[in-house]
């Protein structure tokens, strides 16, 4: 048939699995390996033993937002008492968007707690509290999932045939076959979701997307992998450049930047005498292989895969903050919280009373700014003077570097804030550590 003008041409041999033995192979060893290896998880737990699917689907889609942008090991806690509090959807759709965040405190990323609730809510009012059943209708009916976190609930929790592309997947699939293009770029991407979805286990697709995430997360780490405990080096083409010293044998070449330089030779791959053809990479076009600018390096190994297009620096800000104190009436000294807008970075959350600063202001330039503010927003006599400069507390938000410039003003008598500014509160260090916070409060405190 002929291929309509403006089809993308698919992609070169080299960084496809086309060869169905190949892979029937590499999904029995990945899942064997996982049998084996698998770390026991919580989420795993629930997803293996709960007969209801709807509440299977919510224990694992919890699991999910929470493990994004976080490790495995903070989140166990987090899960356990999350499940503990709000074991089904209806519960969670009950809770206010404080308890949410008094229980997410320090797990970071706060909208994602806020997020889920509000999906949640969604659930429960609109589809009489059953989660949608695939892949498709989960992305496009809760806000906040996106389409690795459907990919993921749909197999986990339904055993839909559908693959998964997060960050761990995008470096194990990215080394099985050399693909050294920017690995964020959407036509990279794309490809990915393509092989994750021919790759994945038809009978056993959420234990072979969990098997691949395991091997990312515990074997093909990005700095130093474990090649030689790898359950598929043999399915490895970066491995294999690696130890031969050269571009990676492909057996039976089509093309991938097919040039005079190719030769063919034999080498010893699991015992067998084959016969392969060495393709140069990053030559002739190819889409999917590192730039020519930035051809193979040997010392890097298996780990010039992926490779990404440099980071943005992340915009660099200085926040003064005041911990206001007082002794409250039992003795106890109390801090001043403020609520932060319920949209925007930090949503909801309590912060010491603070304020950005304009770059480059001066010691003396900042006291007075943060007394002004303080003085307008307490209606207290607060002088710069009175301020007590404690230290500078550094917090990295993701695109962020924000360093918070800490003073402190001991208060005697009461302060009657304006109620039409943002809700404030006393606390005590005990109800602080219990409060909505910021990990970033916490250094400050
Ligand atoms: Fe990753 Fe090494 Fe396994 Fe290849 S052989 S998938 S680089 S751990």
Not at 106 to 120: D, F, H, M, T, V
Not at 130 to 146: F, H, I, N, S
Not at 223 to 240: F, I, M, N, S, T
């Amino acid at each position: 048939a002929a291929v309509p003008a403006g089809t993308p041409a698919p992609p070169p041999a080299p960084h496809l699995f086309s060869d169905p033995a190949e892979i029937g192979a590499l999904r029995g060893h990945l899942l064997a390996w996982y049998d084996r290896c698998k770390r026991d998880l919580p989420w795993r737990t629930l997803a293996a033993t709960e007969p209801d699917a709807d509440r299977r689907a919510y224990a694992v889609w919890v699991s999910e937002i929470m493990l994004q942008q976080t490790q495995v090991a903070t989140v166990i806690d987090y899960y356990n008492r999350w499940m503990q509090k709000w074991p089904t959807l209806q519960a969670l759709a009950q809770a206010s968007l404080e308890e949410v965040n008094e229980l997410w405190a320090g797990l970071g990323y706060y909208s994602r707690g806020k997020r889920l609730q509000e999906a949640a809510k969604k659930v429960v009012s609109e589809l009489a509290g059953q989660m949608p059943r695939t892949a498709e209708d989960l992305q496009k009916l809760l806000p906040g999932v996106g389409r690795y976190t459907a990919g993921a609930i749909a197999s986990i929790s339904y055993g839909q045939a559908t693959g998964v592309v997060d960050g761990n997947v995008i470096r194990v699939l990215c080394r099985l076959r050399c693909i050294g293009a920017d690995s964020s770029s959407p036509a990279v991407i794309d490809q990915l979701w393509d092989m994750a979805n021919a790759l994945v286990d038809r009978s056993r697709p959420g234990d072979f997307n969990q098997a691949l995430m395991e091997l990312g997360a515990t074997v093909c780490v990005p700095k130093a992998p474990l090649c030689g405990e790898c359950p598929v080096k043999q399915h490895c083409r970066a491995r294999c450049r690696k130890l031969f010293g050269k571009p990676a044998p492909v057996p039976d070449v089509e093309d991938c930047g097919k040039q005079p330089g190719e030769i063919s030779v034999v080498a010893l791959g699991l015992g067998l005498v084959v016969t392969v053809t060495f393709v140069f990479a990053g030559v002739g076009g190819c889409p999917l292989c590192p730039p020519p600018t930035e051809p193979w390096d040997s010392s890097l190994g298996v780990t010039n895969f992926p490779r990404k297009a440099a980071k943005k620096q992340p915009r660099v800000e200085r926040t003064a903050t005041c911990v206001l104190e007082r002794r409250g009436c039992h003795g106890a000294l109390e801090y001043l919280m403020v609520q932060r807008p319920s949209s925007g970075l930090l949503a909801g959350l309590w912060e010491f009373p603070s304020l950005l600063l304009a770059q480059d202001l001066q010691e003396e330039k900042q006291r007075e700014v943060l007394a002004d503010h303080l003085r307008a927003w307490t209606g207290w006599p607060v002088v710069a003077g009175g301020l007590r400069f404690i230290g500078e507390v550094v917090h990295i938000f993701s695109h962020i570097h924000q360093t918070y410039v800490v003073y402190s003003l001991h208060l005697d008598g009461d302060v009657t804030l304006d109620p039409t500014l943002s809700p404030s509160r006393w606390v005590t260090e005990e109800e602080f550590h219990a409060s909505a916070v910021s990990t970033a409060m916490k250094k400050v405190l």
